[in-house]
């Protein structure tokens, strides 16, 4: 027996009693009990994305919720402004593409970011853009985007500002309604701490002004459907009842720390793991804002980051995760996000270690290990 670690940038851990509450009897949503789960998780989505507006659930994973965010505020033949420095960048591009939005990117190299004034000035020249898409924590690159900067410049436009926040609620900050987000994505696999299969859109007021006027197809991804029913403590299909026990869980246990706290310990998870990875000579792949949600470390000289991944798997029984795309072969990633301790962190690093000994590099057993815990004996 190997004991099993699931160490990807998601999904990710879920804590034992999330998966107790979810293996309750199932209960019917059209029941006073559904009623007053769904009115409870309703109060504490708002409190998570900071916003006095509902957030409407899906039975999906984060990538319906991006698809929705596209399909109900914008119409065939839109202009739309793309963030597009990773995979998820270019999946907004692919999403847009799929339904007739005409998508500029507004580009940086991969483990970049694009800084707010480029997106004034692409403001400018494009004042028929309708909105700006983005990335909160870019996950292929491990690269943290300045939200706050280009929500300033959305904010003087007529463009709403899209934020895909699945790999960055509930770990890094983002506060809605007084940074001026328009539309807000997440899924339930990262920070959330639950299995794949709900995702999440908050809009704004704004926002909800381009659902009035957009013309694209939606049945299932219709939010002003949703949104009717939400607003009775209902859902408008079958929702993933399961799951939605666990989010009123995980809600109840991000409460309790503080979520506040909750953003700190993954600050803190982040540096210790960057740390450690420095320590043993590997360089970062993010050379923008690393996120805290993971840490993407370049493949050192000489190793397909696919070796890494395979001896972590079949030496250790962890699973970590590569590149995507082009990156594939040149960088491997580390997720630090939801259910995750400084022993975790630790035992990642460890890992690391024998993982490179295995491949033939030169390894000071203890130095990443060592450099994570002096960032947790740090005062905070
Ligand atoms: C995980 C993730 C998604 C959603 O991917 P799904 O596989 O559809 O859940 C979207 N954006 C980012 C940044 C992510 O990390």
Redesign the pocket.
Known sequence: MKKYYLMA??PTPVPSNVLLAMAQPMIHHRTREYEALFIEVRAGLKRLFRTDQDVIPFT?????A?EAAVANTLSSGDTVLVLRAGK?GE?WEEICRAYGVRAIPVSAPFGETVPAERFAKALGEHPEARAVLM?H???STGVLHDVTGIAAATGATGAILIV?A??SLGIADLQMDAWGVDLV?A?S??GLMLP?GL?FCALSEKAWGHVKVSRLPKYYFDLTAEWKAVSKNEAHFTPAVSIVLGLREVLRMIEAEGLQNVLKRHERLARATRSGVEALGLDLFAKATPSPALTAVAAPRGLDSEQVLAAYSASHNITIAGGQGEMKGKVFRLGHMGYVGDFDVLTALAALEQVLHELGQPVDFGAAVRAAQKVFAERS
């Open positions: 940038p998601g999906s994973s984060g990538t319906g991006m998820f999946r990335q924590s870019e996950s895909d699945v790999s994505v899924g696999q990262k794949p995702s």
